[in-house]
């Protein structure tokens, strides 16, 4: 039998993960908001791996509290990640997974692009993957990985945030709304200098990004969380002085739309 693997949150994501570790012949052994991670870490206490798979605005709260004898196992695939997202809580080379498939209840797995690795387990990560048809990479140092969290989150941010404005596709709005896309993209790359504390390659950001919009034309904008990352990133740019029109008039385009329904 090979060693354990422990997932905190099961949800969409969190499944695709669990039914590759399954396939590789790992135990998974789900967390839920029902169990005390203190408890699971006395009775796992040397799992091989610990895959935070929760939604990013939970993330702080599961680091804060991760038991000592999991932290140096700790595995993460959220979208907006940042190396100052698991420093400030002590965990200094976790397991990351920069995922661009996506799984929606009663919806099959959507493939965009290849999901890059990297970290000490990033070996347990590509087979799982590699067990369920997703395209996965290992990449060669911790500066990859920051372009990949860095490339995914301006994808993320930008077409949720412009499909708040305009709806639809990202192959419809990159189409139709080019300007609006690169406006919106150059506000969220200067708050996501901000956030790394270093000068970011504009350009090739939203190269890569484009790559994403090109692999996958037919995605919708629009994702639950959306509405959230827009108000995450407002308070950002308020944090840090910046100035961000575009931001702001489509906050107030989505504040007008509630007060008309």
Not at 66 to 95: A, C, F, K, Y
Not at 129 to 155: F, N
Request: charged share 25%; aromatic share 6%.
């Amino acid at each position: 039998m090979k060693a354990p693997i422990v997932l905190i949150g099961i949800g969409e994501l969190g499944g695709e993960f669990a039914r590759g570790f399954l396939r590789c012949g790992h135990p998974v052994y789900p967390i839920t908001r029902q169990i005390a991670i203190p408890d699971a870490a006395r009775q796992i206490p040397t799992p091989e791996l610990v895959l935070i798979t929760v939604q990013e605005s939970e993330l702080d709260g599961i680091l804060k509290d991760l038991p000592e004898s999991w932290r140096g196992r700790v595995g993460l695939v959220q979208n907006e990640l940042l190396p100052r997202h698991w420093r400030q809580h002590g965990i200094d080379n976790p397991t990351v997974a920069v995922v661009w498939f996506e799984k929606k209840p009663g919806v099959a797995l959507t493939n965009i692009l290849y999901t890059p690795v990297y970290g000490p387990h990033a070996d347990l990560l590509i087979n799982a993957l590699e067990a369920i048809d997703i395209p996965t990479r290992l990449l060669k140092d911790e500066s990859q990985l920051v372009y990949q969290l860095l490339r995914k989150s301006l994808y993320i941010m930008t077409v949720n945030i412009c499909g708040l404005s305009c709806g639809g596709t990202v192959g419809e709005l990159w189409a139709r709304h080019r300007e609006l896309v690169r406006e919106v993209a150059l506000e969220a790359i200067g708050i996501m200098e901000w956030l790394s504390g270093q000068e970011l390659p504009a350009e090739k950001l939203i190269a890569g990004m484009i790559e994403g919009i090109e692999d996958c034309p037919g995605r919708n904008c629009l994702g639950r969380s959306a509405r959230f990352r827009l108000e995450r990133a407002l308070h950002y740019a308020k944090e840090a002085g910046l100035e961000t029109p575009r931001l702001d008039d489509i906050y107030r385009q989505v504040k007008q739309a509630n007060r008309n329904q």
